[in-house]
T-cell receptor
């Protein structure tokens, strides 16, 4: 069975500070990994995806994530937080392209001025 | 217009009522999904369909049923709604090339 664990249900960062959201996974096969963002009262929007190519993946809005097989991790970072980054972020995993996703519990990010 | 459209966006109903949530898509994808979102639990898969003749149960299918009326339409039904089915429901689509799922804007259901 596959699973996704996001460490920290809430993260508070100051504007301009580093954003680091942690995601660890368990999968019996090489995974496809995703980060989605959900702004208030909206659906989920893809930030970035890892599909077995480069291990450092760049996404939209200045976010990036690094796939580390040895640590079974796919942590999301952004060097400098902006007020507009306040949202909930979900890490997700699938076994194949376009297949069903297994989600982590989500991390809500608060950005302080 | 949105690529994945869900109706209704908000619904309040009473215990025991039958409810249908509808999803339509213009992306031309074969695969469609219904997820439920609860605070702290992320999204959990209810049902999914890889083509019109294919229906599969997800992690939490009890109390739900689905119908795939066409490639573009996938509806979720609650035959007899109960309060713990109060949640935000998302429809999503994909194909085997893109990798990711594309989500609708969600249907918020409250069961009193």
């Amino acid at each position: 069975a596959q699973s996704v664990t996001q460490l920290g249900s809430h993260v508070s960062v100051s504007e301009g500070a580093l954003v680091l959201l942690r995601c660890n996974y368990s999968s019996s096969v090489p995974p496809y990994l995703f980060w989605y963002v959900q702004y208030p009262n909206q659906g989920l929007q893809l930030l970035l995806k890892y599909t077995s190519a480069a291990t450092l993946v760049k996404g939209i809005n200045g976010f990036e994530a690094e796939f580390k097989k040895s640590e079974t991790s796919f942590h999301l970072t952004k060097p400098s937080a902006h007020m507009s980054d306040a949202a909930e972020y979900f890490c997700a995993l699938s076994k194949a392209a376009g297949n069903k996703l297994t989600f982590g519990g989500g991390t809500r990010v608060l950005v302080k001025p | 217009d949105a690529d994945v459209t869900q109706t209704p966006r908000n619904r309040i109903t009473k215990t025991g009522k039958r409810i249908m949530l509808e999803c339509s898509q213009t992306k031309g994808h074969d695969r469609m999904y219904w997820y439920r979102q609860d605070p702290g639990l992320g999204l959990q898969l209810i049902y999914y369909s890889f083509d019109v003749k294919d229906i599969n149960k997800g992690e939490i299918s009890d109390g739900y049923s689905v119908s795939r009326q066409a490639q573009a339409k996938f509806s979720l039904s609650l035959e007899s709604a109960i309060p713990n089915q109060t949640a935000l429901y998302f429809c999503a689509t994909s194909d085997d090339r893109a990798g990711e799922l594309f989500f609708g804007e969600g249907s918020r259901l409250t069961v009193l």
